[in-house]
């Protein structure tokens, strides 16, 4: 019964708050490593979504033992107090590293497990009852934080062991499937590079003809031809054989499939930049609205309902699900839109095209996209962006008409894929964020949530 919740403190709780060590031992910026010993959390390591491990650091197992405080064990909670506040990570067995520090940024909360246990407490830490309450008690305007006498004053419900138990494994059915969602995206997505990279980069199907056709080999495809000797299984033959089995030289980009073009990519695709959105508000602040999206909201894939434009902005910057977002400032990034009706704000680029398909000019801006990020980080080039100059120099290969329909399906129906996966992912973050804090304040009841989550999934 919720009656018999008990509401108490983080500090008359059995939750310890834990800090690092910031001593004499902190490790110096040359001391970290690609790898090693102990993996040394940074601040793009612990986000709203838990873990994420794109860019890591270390430290060795020398400097890890200098160390006293700030460890994790297994069942521990991560949470950031400082600069972006309240990103919270759990360390669970699924984590692929035995050895992890916080930096002097976070904190780790750790729970015993026979009065509140871990997953229930992490998971109250990404509700908004928590959420709440950091807004309330962070302070510091320049650099917001949230130190370790403030966390001991949040407020927590604790319901029995037995509930945590069911709460936790409600809502962990829908992050288990978000989780294995995201899993099959990574696994579709290099799929898709890799594809692409073979067929309209490397052209191993034309090596591959040409090599049956006992046609020359240009020099430069030479030691890749070497290689694709010794591969027995090749491409479907059915898709092979309409690849051509020569190739033919082109002062732009050299050697080339015959009966191909080359082209730029804005000729490619269209870049339509957004508009600068603060000069369309809603007239009146309760009129419909749609939110917005800039670089952040890209990254994260969700808009800013904070922010707000007129719905009657001009039809061509209003974005949808499976819209391609191409990010030509600041981190530069190219992504799917999976974010529902949004609109675009500038320094970002709607691309679309009337004459190739949506996989098509997705995969070439991404195959040019590190380049594009190399010019955007040369301070002698540009300003931290790129400009349309430089999709005019990014080159594409277009296939002829005879390739189109068969080939062009395996690589429409990855993407079909992902989008319909990452559209699921969506909907159901949306319905654990609503049950979050509703289950967590005793507001719904836990049948009444496990019969909602069984229905969506």
Not at 162 to 178: C, M, P, S, V, W
Not at 200 to 219: K, Q, R, S
Request: overall charge negative; aromatic content about 10%.
């Amino acid at each position: 019964m919720v009656s018999d919740w008990k509401t108490t403190t983080f500090e008359e709780s059995s939750i310890e708050i834990l800090d690092g060590d910031r001593g004499k031992n902190y490790p110096k910026k040359s001391e970290f490593t690609e790898s090693g010993y102990c993996l040394f959390l940074n601040t793009g390591n612990v986000t709203k979504d838990g873990f994420k491990f794109s860019s890591t650091e270390f430290v060795s197992s020398e400097r890890d033992q200098l160390l006293r405080k700030g460890k994790l064990q297994r069942e521990d909670v991560v949470l950031t107090t400082r600069g972006t506040v309240g990103n919270v990570a759990y360390y669970d067995s699924s984590i692929p590293f035995d050895h992890i520090r916080i930096n002097s940024g976070m904190v780790i909360l750790r729970s015993d497990d026979t009065k509140i246990l871990p997953r229930y407490l992490y998971l109250f830490l990404r509700s908004k009852l928590f959420e709440d309450q950091v807004i309330a008690l962070q302070s510091g305007s320049a650099q917001p934080q949230l130190p370790i006498r403030d966390i001991k004053r949040v407020e927590i419900k604790v319901p029995s062991v037995t509930e945590q138990k069911t709460i936790a494994h409600i809502l962990g059915t829908l992050d288990d499937k978000i989780e294995l969602n995201r899993q099959m995206n990574e696994t579709l997505e290099a799929m898709a590079q890799a594809l692409f990279k073979s067929w309209f980069v490397d052209f191993d199907p034309v090596i591959d003809n040409a090599l049956a056709a006992g046609n020359a080999i240009p020099d430069e495809f030479f030691e890749r031809a070497e290689q694709r000797k010794s591969i027995e299984k090749k491409e479907n033959q059915e898709l092979q054989n309409l690849f051509p089995d020569e190739f033919e030289f082109t002062e732009e980009m050299g050697w080339i499939p015959k009966g191909w073009e080359v082209k730029p990519l804005d000729e490619v695709a269209n870049y339509l930049n957004g508009l600068a959105l603060q000069k369309y508000r809603p007239e009146n602040i309760d009129d419909d609205y749609l939110p917005v999206v800039k670089i952040a909201q890209l990254r994260e894939g969700l808009a800013n309902h904070d922010e707000k434009a007129s719905i009657n902005i001009k039809p061509e910057y209003i974005i949808d699900n499976g819209d391609v977002i191409f990010s030509w400032s600041g981190s530069l990034l190219v992504d799917v839109w999976c974010g529902g009706k949004a609109a675009l704000n500038q320094h970002l680029f709607k691309v679309t095209s009337g004459e190739y398909p949506k996989w098509f000019y997705l995969n070439y801006t991404k195959y040019h996209l590190a380049e594009f990020q190399r010019i955007a980080t040369d301070k002698a080039v540009t300003m931290g962006h790129i400009k349309r100059g430089h999709l005019k120099e990014a080159l594409c290969v277009i296939p002829e008409n005879r390739v189109d329909d068969n080939v062009f399906a395996v690589f429409e129906d990855i993407l079909n894929k992902q989008i319909s996966s990452r559209i699921e992912s969506q909907t159901i973050a949306k319905l654990r964020d609503t049950l979050l804090p509703k289950l967590m304040s005793g507001e719904l009841r836990i049948p009444d949530a496990a019969a909602l989550v069984d229905e969506a999934i």
